[in-house]
């Protein structure tokens, strides 16, 4: 079966929260469209609403209107365990605070989601993958063991594991140093090359932004433009 | 797959923390339900056998009518041995001398349980443990001297002639009574149709005696129960003896106690898994954002309350039988012959407990960390401490639960119930107003001591909380202790040491000054002579009373006691007694009587009624002067109806008088009987020592129960410590941060707990002393006195143990270099 070209669809998505006097609108009329394999930044300052989109076009949460598509698969309509097996077999997460489980070892956290999925080489896949992050020698470390930079290389292990066709990574460097930060970086791009996965990047880093082939920049929850120059003024 | 997962997770969480908890909780919860359940039945089984061998059988059957076959027929066929009784009074010749006795016939196998022990002619001197056989007569000893006969003498009974065989030494179901009655005389069934004794009309007492196991004559009970006509009735088993009340008491103080003790562990377990779904609340975002659903989260964390209930279910069950083995062998040392049984019971019991508090208290919260939605795994964990209005519902409905099946009384667990959240409500309110008053005490105070208010300030709810729950825990451990000490004084008041152990029945007035010597002689305290007169009750009102009760004409005639009285006379109300109604004599009351409350209520007489009595065929009259009530857990001589000097001066009387002697001077009983030998000595030494075995028996139990009950407090206060840890962990590493050194936040947290300590001990003081109140009043009738040790204790225990668990539990913390903290929290 031929992989469509597009990867990723939202159209007109819209999300709202109840507050106290009413409801809030954090995301206005976001329509996007993004190919296999394109790396994809979206940049805003905090607050304006990227995140809430990274997790509506993840499946983490549900649109209070409009539609996403992720590989063909209308998520909008999908339920919570649904849209679980779809992120289990084809979604790949990297959190700006890494989220690594503190009672698991390195390894350990790389084999979850392949566990979880029933993949039976998860520790050689776990073993293989953190050696290409350069951490194999510290696979039995706990989290609280590692440094902050270790601790997202981990992540970024984990996220790949599955092979996933597309990757979601928020902030990834921001709790990290700028040297860390930028192998962190630098690892994120290659594996994502080598695999040829859809990356999805939410940053409000410009020079992050602009490795990506294209960028979305969001202001108060709508996108303002996708033209690379005028983002200089963000952050 | 996520078997492997859950197991591994399991195994890195037991070094967290909450698992202990919850599975310290569950097995404290289990150990103490098998235990208590288990020693109290072990005890009341023990109790049940000693009186089966007062009753010389496990059952015993009543008839007025002679012995059906059928039922013995239906009995052995139930696996139940039996053996048969007959008692009727009759006249013995000897001679010239005549006497009127009790004369119990057996057949043989008596008795069924206990021992019949006799003194045969050919070896006197020598009690042997022995059954009857036909052809031999067995005389009470007191019996040979009224005869004026010797062993091996001939006497007459009926139309027969028997040889006197021996003496009766020990006889089980002899009446245990002090005031004695005629002469006892022993002798086989098979001899008595020769004697023709038995005629139409004639009034004889008919016993079937029953033994086997508890199942086949509960079983053998209920098929023969409405077989039985108005003639017939099971006879009722020492059941309102003074040990029975006493553990009848005990046994509902134990459970209850222990309930409260299980409570507070379910608390901590309730609290532990709190936690430990908080603070997993995170990773199930992780996993779930990984693509794991909903079901297998469940499984996941399921997996872990169902291996900590297991281990907790075996290890305390185990732990359990242990103590209710030990605690069987304690009860063989001192009662002959006790079988104990094994029973599912206490297991069950223990079971339903556990499981009732893993999925109420605990199961709640691993649910709503299934729950957990992905998308959290973009947020800040949600702030703790909102109270889950369901996981309060299931827990409230646990602890009625628990209420209802450990007393088995509705009325009494709504109650209790109702109580218990009453106090919550009123703790949660005095704390919450304490806190909320403390903002402007504060403002003068130093830093230190105005970041620990403004600490407990800020967790207010938390807090009220914590507040209950240590509160709860210091008041049980203070309520038991002293209430322990009051209910162990409270038995033992009742048997003082010293209190007469040798009751003396049969006092002829001649034989008064004689017993003076005796005593004076070897320095014995007599008590006070009573005087006794035998009389039925004929007539109240001038309406005849029915002598035995029968069902066709209980409504047209009132029923009367059934048997002869002991009737008194005497000027001082005795101490153990109590005026409920109307006026004790004075010096010139004339035909007045004192009638005992129950016996009043039965016979429904009211002051100023008039009553006959037939005594040696003459009739007395009396009016009710006064109603008593009669402590009949005391060993002391006790009397339905007293009346006034005037009426019995004149009949020829009996005296009792008792009094106590050591076990090393028993031998002067021997001196006594050949001195005053028609004068009955009935020794309680062995009733005495059984009670003070229950007594002892029961104060192990209370200290273990108080032990639960400081562990399951313990436990409470690590588990809500241990539950603000992460948020504590946040604060320091910000004031590390600002530059808060080392003993600032060392006596801010110091002080933090020592005032909360010392609140929860002060509600707790005061709960214990509400409550020991109500106890002193209600349950022991005592007039109040406070207990000034308790209003020190209190409030110092609950600083002490919360200051030293809290900084037990957080001193780590304040060591972590501020850089490690601020990472560690960074890091989640």
Same mark, same amino acid.
């Given at each position: ?46 607050? *304006? ?5 990274? *997790?509506?076009?993840?499946?983490? +949460? ?114 990290? +140093? ?43 929850? *709508? ?9 200089? +003024?963000?952050? | ?136 007569? @067995? ?31 020990? #006889? ?74 006493? %553990? ?32 997993? /609340? ?11 659903? #909903? ?38 040392? @001192? ?69 209802? =099946? ?76 002293? %209430? ?58 001038? !309406? ?51 009638? !005992? ?25 009396? /009016? ?81 129960? =108080? ?17 603000? =840890? ?28 020592? %005032? ?24 022991? !009738? ?5 207990? @000034? ?40």
């Amino acid at each position: 079966m031929k992989t469509p070209e597009v990867h990723i669809k939202a159209v007109n998505l819209a999300k709202s929260v109840k507050v106290a006097d009413g409801s809030l609108t954090i995301l206005h009329d976001i329509s996007l469209t993004i190919n296999h394999g394109e790396t994809v930044a979206i940049v805003g300052a905090s607050g *304006s609403g990227k995140s809430t989109l990274l *997790s509506l076009l993840a499946g983490l +949460d549900l649109p209070t209107k409009g539609e996403v598509l992720l590989a063909g698969q209308p998520l909008h309509q999908l339920s919570e365990d649904q849209r679980a097996a779809i992120r289990a077999s084809s979604v790949g997460f990297v959190f700006q605070s890494f989220l690594l489980l503190p009672s698991l070892t390195a390894l350990e956290n790389v084999t979850l989601p392949a566990e979880l999925s029933g993949i039976s080489d998860a520790r050689e896949r776990g073993l293989n993958l953190l050696r290409q992050v350069g951490l194999a020698e510290r696979a039995d470390f706990y989290p609280a063991q590692l440094s902050g930079g270790e601790q997202q290389r981990v992540a970024i292990a984990r996220a790949f594991i599955t092979r996933p066709a597309v990757l979601f990574a928020d902030e990834p460097s921001a709790n990290l +140093d700028a040297a860390t930060g930028q192998k962190i970086e630098d690892l994120l791009f290659k594996l994502n090359a080598e695999q040829g996965t859809t990356l999805v990047l939410v940053t409000h880093n410009n020079e992050l932004a602009a490795r990506c082939q294209r960028q979305y920049k969001m202001q108060a929850g *709508s996108f303002t433009s996708t033209d690379l120059k005028e983002l200089s +003024d963000v952050g | 797959m996520w078997a492997k997962i859950a197991w591994r997770l399991f195994w890195r969480e037991l070094g967290r923390g909450e698992l202990w908890v919850i599975a310290f909780a569950l097995f404290l919860a289990v150990v103490s339900v098998v235990s208590l359940t288990g020693i109290t039945e072990g005890v009341k089984a023990a109790l049940m056998q000693r009186s089966a061998q007062f009753n010389a059988a496990d059952k015993v059957l009543r008839s007025s009518q002679p012995f059906v076959s059928d039922i013995i027929t239906q009995a052995q066929q139930q696996g139940l041995t039996v053996a048969q009784q007959m008692q009727f009074d009759s006249m013995l010749f000897a001679g010239d001398n005549m006497q009127l006795a009790t004369i119990k016939a057996v057949s043989s196998g008596y008795p069924l349980r206990g021992q019949l022990q006799l003194e045969a002619a050919e070896r006197p001197g020598v009690a042997a443990e022995v059954q009857l056989s036909p052809g031999q007569l @067995y005389f009470e000893a007191r019996l040979f001297d009224l005869l004026k006969v010797q062993l091996g003498d001939e006497i007459e009974l009926g139309m027969s002639r028997f040889t006197v065989a021996g003496v009766i030494v020990n #006889e089980p179901d002899a009446p245990l009574s002090v005031f004695g009655g005629s002469p006892r005389v022993l002798m086989h069934l098979d001899d008595v149709a020769a004697t023709q004794i038995v005629q139409p009309g004639s009034r004889i007492g008919y016993r079937y005696l029953f033994a086997g196991t508890a199942e086949n004559l509960q079983q053998f009970e209920q098929a023969l129960t409405p077989q039985l006509n108005v003639h017939q009735r099971w006879q009722k088993m020492d059941r309102e003896s003074a040990i029975g009340s006493a %553990l009848e008491r005990a046994e509902r103080f134990l459970l209850l106690a222990g309930l409260l003790g299980i409570v507070l562990a379910a608390c901590a377990a309730a609290v532990a898994a709190n936690r430990y779904s908080q603070r997993h /609340t995170q990773a199930v975002a992780v996993i779930k954002a990984l693509g794991s659903s #909903e079901r297998q989260i469940r499984l996941l964390y399921g997996s872990h309350l169902l291996l900590v209930v297991l281990f907790s279910l075996v290890i305390g069950s185990l732990a359990g039988q242990i103590a209710i083995n030990l605690a069987q062998w304690g009860i063989g040392i @001192y009662l002959a012959d006790y079988r104990p049984a094994f029973s599912w019971r206490p297991l069950w019991l223990g079971s339903l407990t556990c499981i009732i508090c893993a999925l109420l208290f605990a199961a709640r919260p691993m649910w709503r960390l299934s729950q957990t939605p992905a998308i959290d795994v973009l947020k800040q964990p949600a702030a703790q401490g909102r109270v889950d209005k369901l996981q309060l519902f299931l827990g409230a409905a646990a602890i009625w639960g628990l209420m209802w =099946l450990f007393s088995g009384e509705l009325v009494l667990s709504l109650g209790l119930f109702a109580l218990c959240a009453v106090f919550a409500a009123l703790l949660v309110g005095t704390a919450t107003l304490l806190l909320k008053v403390a903002k402007p005490v504060a403002a003068g105070q130093s830093s230190a001591r105005r970041l620990a208010l403004a600490n407990l300030r800020r967790r207010i709810w938390a807090n009220s909380f914590q507040l209950i729950t240590f509160s709860l825990a210091i008041f049980l451990a203070l309520l038991l202790y002293f %209430l322990r000490a009051e209910l162990i004084e409270q038995w033992q008041r009742q048997i003082p040491d010293g209190a007469p152990n040798q009751f003396l029945v049969n006092i002829s007035a001649a034989q008064r000054d004689s017993l003076d010597n005796f005593a004076r002689e070897h320095q014995l305290t007599l008590g006070q002579y009573y005087p006794v007169v035998r009389g039925r009750l004929t007539s109240i009102n001038d !309406e005849q009373l029915q002598q035995e009760a029968s069902k066709e004409d209980r409504s047209e005639q009132r029923v009367g006691v059934g048997r002869e009285l002991n009737l008194t006379w005497l000027a001082d109300m005795p101490a153990n007694n109590q005026l409920l109604s109307g006026s004790w004599f004075g010096s010139d009351s004339q035909a007045q009587v004192s009638v !005992e409350q129950e016996i009043a209520e039965r016979l429904q007489v009211k002051l100023g009624d008039k009553l006959a009595f037939s005594i040696g065929g003459q009739m007395v009259s009396a /009016t009710v002067s006064s109603i008593r009530s009669v402590d009949w857990n005391s060993l002391q001589p006790n009397f339905y109806m007293i009346l006034s000097a005037d009426l019995l001066a004149d009949f020829p009387a009996t005296y009792i008088n008792a009094f106590y002697l050591d076990a090393e001077r028993q031998l002067l009983l021997n001196q006594l009987a050949r001195l005053l030998p028609t004068v009955s000595v009935i020794s309680v030494d062995n009733i005495i020592k059984q009670v003070n075995d229950i007594i002892s028996q029961v104060s192990v139990a209370l200290s273990f129960i =108080l032990l639960i009950i400081c562990c399951a407090a313990v436990l409470v206060l690590v588990a809500q410590v241990q539950a603000t =840890l992460e948020q504590r962990e946040q604060e320091l590493a910000i004031l590390r941060t600002l530059g808060a050194r080392y003993p600032f936040l060392r006596n801010a947290l110091l002080m933090e707990f020592a %005032l909360l300590g010392a609140m929860a001990g002060l509600f707790a003081t005061v709960l214990a002393e509400l409550m020991l109140l109500i106890v002193q009043q209600r349950v022991f !009738e005592l007039p109040f006195s406070p207990h @000034y040790t308790l209003w020190w204790l209190g409030p110092a225990l609950g600083v002490l143990l919360v200051t030293l668990l809290g900084w037990w539990q957080l001193r780590r913390l304040l060591q972590i270099p501020g850089a490690q903290l601020m990472r560690r929290v960074l890091q989640g």
